[in-house]
């Protein structure tokens, strides 16, 4: 790795901070083309632009650009300087400036095309920015201007799910599903179904990886049950009878006799008169629990009453037009 030669614009204050493991820097960053080694060009990026924020660094955690972090370890928060940098020194640039206006395309609601593409493949084909693929064929200097607003040490953030372990998130999910549970129990449903919905794509990320139906992929898929269950009786109460479906529907793909998820799929298919569909998953859930007899016969004669008191009125309607 090469020296850095740091140019101060603004002095910082305060000693340097302490840089370890996870410690996350918040920086403005500004990047600009050297063109014929001297001259600066126009500007490629910068973050003050953008609504997505600042750029977040974490410490020791292998990010692209390790120059980048070696500067920021020798800055103090407040602190304004640049750096030249040649190009092979910083040649994963372009990938990662794809990646912070992929991100504020995501920021700003604007419609983006998500899919893996390996760094080889990237320069291969081009990045889907015109100034970016130049810049990959030019290979010229960069100057960068960093302005270090914050650092936090680990346990003082919540951090990023993409920046977790894969024991990290494990370790956060039951966290996530008791704050779920005392945010019901408060009657807070959609904070307690978005708590549910946090821990299942921790468990979504982690399932993703392994290799399905192997004992990995079947432990994880095992603990969403739970989660699924919990989200699906927040958006029943919240009346959102097409997520009850939809959720409980993934519950009884892995688990088919799952007695609450048929009767939750059941309320909701109820609730939009799917009357079928309805009859078929309290009948069932009933079989394997009888003790819901009683209240699953309620369910299906107040959906059948609700139909006829519907088509009656329907009924009326048409007759009046007719006569």
């Avoid at 126009?42 to 692209?64: A, C, M, V």
């Avoid at 040649?86 to 990646?99: F, G, L």
């Amino acid at each position: 790795m090469p020296e850095v030669e740091k140019e101060v614009i603004r002095p910082g204050s305060g000693p340097v901070p302490l840089y370890q493991l996870n410690t996350k820097a918040v920086f403005h960053f500004k990047t600009f083309q050297i063109k014929d080694d001297t001259t600066v060009g126009n500007i490629i990026d910068d973050t003050r632009t953008l609504s997505s924020g600042p750029f977040k660094l974490l410490i020791g955690r292998e990010f692209k650009l390790k120059l980048w972090e070696k500067v920021i370890r020798m800055m103090k928060v407040g602190e304004v300087c640049k750096f030249t940098c040649p190009y092979e020194d910083v040649k994963e640039y372009p990938e990662v400036s794809k990646a912070v206006r992929e991100l504020e395309k995501r920021a700003s609601g604007e419609e983006t095309h998500h899919h893996h593409q390996c760094g080889f493949s990237a320069m291969a084909h081009g990045l889907g920015y015109k100034d970016l693929d130049e810049l990959v064929g030019t290979k010229c200097p960069l100057l960068f201007e960093f302005e270090l607003l914050q650092v936090e040490q680990p346990g003082d953030y919540v951090q990023d799910s993409w920046a977790m372990t894969t024991q990290e998130k494990l370790d956060t999910i039951p966290s996530l599903r008791e704050a779920g549970n005392s945010l019901y129990k408060g009657g807070e449903y959609e904070k307690a179904a978005e708590k549910y919905f946090e821990a299942l794509e921790y468990l979504e990320t982690l399932s993703m990886k392994e290799k399905p139906h192997s004992d990995s992929w079947n432990s994880f898929e095992e603990k969403k049950v739970p989660l699924l269950l919990n989200y699906a009786q927040c958006k029943l109460i919240m009346k959102d009878y097409a997520e009850v479906i939809r959720h409980t529907s993934t519950v009884l793909e892995f688990d088919p006799n799952n007695v609450k998820a048929l009767y939750r799929r059941g309320k909701a298919h109820a609730s939009c008169w799917n009357v079928k569909e309805a009859e078929a998953d309290l009948q069932k859930a009933c079989a394997l629990d009888p003790s819901l007899s009683n209240v699953t016969r309620r369910e299906l004669s107040v959906m059948r009453q609700k139909i006829k008191e519907n088509d009656s009125k329907e009924y009326q309607k048409l007759k009046g037009k007719l006569f």
